[in-house]
């Protein structure tokens, strides 16, 4: 599985995650499986779509 960022927040925001997890119900209202995530490297929010991998040689 790999994930595609749809959208960046930064962690240090006074609402904290609440603008990622707004996003991410937006998406998910609109039939996107998005979920919200940490990445600790960035200090960011990160709302994300898992894909599957296309396999070689089939």
């Not at 790999?2 to 209202?29: D, H, I, N």
């Amino acid at each position: 599985m790999r994930r595609v960022v749809l959208e960046r927040f930064p962690a240090g925001s006074p609402r904290g995650s609440w603008p990622a997890e707004e996003y991410a119900a937006q998406r998910l209202r609109e039939g996107v499986p998005a979920e919200v995530v940490m990445d600790l490297d960035s200090d960011a929010f990160l709302v994300v779509v898992r894909q599957r991998e296309a396999r070689s040689g089939r």
